[in-house]
């Protein structure tokens, strides 16, 4: 699997003629509009605010917050059990309802406000995180 961007058609096409050109083998060639995954924005929010805060009101360690909160609105079943999926593979759309899941949970749950990423200032950012500058 590879990606290209659309300015990127003719290159491709080469490299898929280069790939099978001298070969006698039958190939299937899938071609899918690619996600935009989770953003890096996105995944500092979840881990800096949402799973920070849910840890500190819980004692929990990071980790442990963030596989509750992945378990409760992450879970899926395939023939019979139970897994998981991964943040890093929600795109960002996914991913922005999660978190929405995981606000409104520990809302309704623990009457704890997490608050939107709109509202996060850079010195709250700090506090929770306990990022000091240094002199």
Same mark, same amino acid.
């Given at each position: 699997m590879f990606k290209f961007r659309s300015d990127q058609t003719e290159k491709a096409f080469k490299k898929i003629y *280069?790939? #099978?050109?001298?070969? @006698?083998?039958w190939f299937v060639i899938d071609i899918q509009k690619a996600k935009k995954i989770r953003s890096l924005q996105q995944n500092k929010y979840?881990?800096? #605010? #949402? #799973?920070k805060i849910v840890s500190q009101h819980t004692g929990y360690t990071n980790d442990e917050a963030h596989q509750e909160l992945a378990s409760m609105f992450l879970k899926? @079943?395939?023939?019979?059990? =139970?897994?998981?999926?991964?943040t890093t593979k929600l795109n960002t759309a996914e991913f922005e309802k999660y978190t929405e899941e995981c606000r409104q949970w520990a809302w309704s749950e623990m009457n704890l406000h997490i !608050? =939107? !990423?709109? *509202?996060i200032t850079e010195e709250m950012y700090m506090l929770l995180n306990n990022i000091f500058e240094r002199p």
């Amino acid at each position: 699997m590879f990606k290209f961007r659309s300015d990127q058609t003719e290159k491709a096409f080469k490299k898929i003629y *280069e790939f #099978v050109h001298a070969q @006698e083998d039958w190939f299937v060639i899938d071609i899918q509009k690619a996600k935009k995954i989770r953003s890096l924005q996105q995944n500092k929010y979840y881990w800096g #605010v #949402v #799973v920070k805060i849910v840890s500190q009101h819980t004692g929990y360690t990071n980790d442990e917050a963030h596989q509750e909160l992945a378990s409760m609105f992450l879970k899926y @079943e395939n023939n019979g059990k =139970l897994f998981v999926r991964s943040t890093t593979k929600l795109n960002t759309a996914e991913f922005e309802k999660y978190t929405e899941e995981c606000r409104q949970w520990a809302w309704s749950e623990m009457n704890l406000h997490i !608050p =939107l !990423p709109n *509202e996060i200032t850079e010195e709250m950012y700090m506090l929770l995180n306990n990022i000091f500058e240094r002199p």
